[in-house]
């Protein structure tokens, strides 16, 4: 199999606070994950490729200091969204990389109020 | 111009139905191609891949067109389950980055 989890599955919090979401792929080791952001009645768009053990690399317009990501083991990415504001509102999205294959997280639906 | 461009939805057809939906590419670099299924508020999941060779699995028929860039997904015998947004997909080799189209909605009625 191939699963992947995200925690929190939602998360309510308030302009200015940082929120941490967690990625883990539950059966298999990932070397790369992606993490992916997704806007009502939008597509994903890819915001940033995370790899263990070296530092993520963002696509273009994404803020590296507002998001940060940390890929500490062949298991875990975290993505942190600090000092988040009302436009951070979305569904967060990460995919953890088995083979040619990416698996996605049942994602993250965050609400700054 | 959008990387990957789908039909505006949503569709809106009876059980039993035939839909088709396209998607358009702007990258020739592109190498790989999927469609997926995304369900209200959950992640997208794999539909299938799509092959030069065309390829069927079920109801289910994918096409890719390279030299049009042009990918096309059919579903016959619509069922109600089958309601979801469906998004085109590519793949850059470089990376594994995946670009997704903003998906076309279908709606399957009684």
């Known amino acids: 199999g191939a699963v992947v989890s995200q925690h929190p599955s939602w998360v309510i919090c308030k302009s200015g606070t940082s929120v941490k979401i967690e990625c883990r792929s539950l059966?298999?080791?990932?070397?790369?994950m992606f993490w992916y952001r997704q806007f009502p009645k939008q597509s994903l768009m890819l915001m940033a490729t995370?790899?263990?053990?070296?530092?993520?690399?963002?696509e273009q317009g994404v803020e590296k200091d507002k998001f940060l990501i940390n890929h500490a083991s062949l298991t875990l990415s975290t993505l942190t969204v600090t000092s988040a504001h009302p436009e951070d509102s979305s569904f967060y999205i990460c995919?953890?990389?088995?083979?040619?294959?990416?698996?996605f997280g049942p994602g993250t639906r965050l609400t700054v109020t | 111009r959008k990387e990957v461009e789908q039909d505006p939805g949503p569709f809106n057809v009876p059980e039993g139905a035939t839909v088709a939906f396209n998607c358009t590419y702007s990258?020739?670099?592109?190498?790989?191609f999927f469609w997926y299924r995304q369900d209200c508020r959950k992640e997208p999941k794999l539909l299938m891949s799509?092959?030069?060779s065309g390829n069927e699995d079920g109801r289910f028929t994918a096409q890719l067109n390279r030299a049009s860039q042009y990918i096309s997904l059919l579903i016959r015998d619509s069922k109600l389950s089958d309601s979801a947004t469906y998004l085109c997909?590519?793949?850059?080799?470089?990376?594994?980055?995946?670009?997704f189209g903003q998906g076309t909605e279908l709606s399957v009625k009684p």
């Open positions: 995919s953890a990389q088995k083979r040619d294959e990416q698996y």
């Open positions: 059966d298999f080791q990932a070397t790369t």
């Open positions: 995370s790899n263990e053990g070296s530092k993520a690399t963002y």
């Open positions: 990258n020739s670099a592109s190498q790989s």
């Open positions: 799509v092959y030069s």
């Open positions: 997909v590519l793949l850059y080799n470089q990376g594994g980055k995946l670009i």
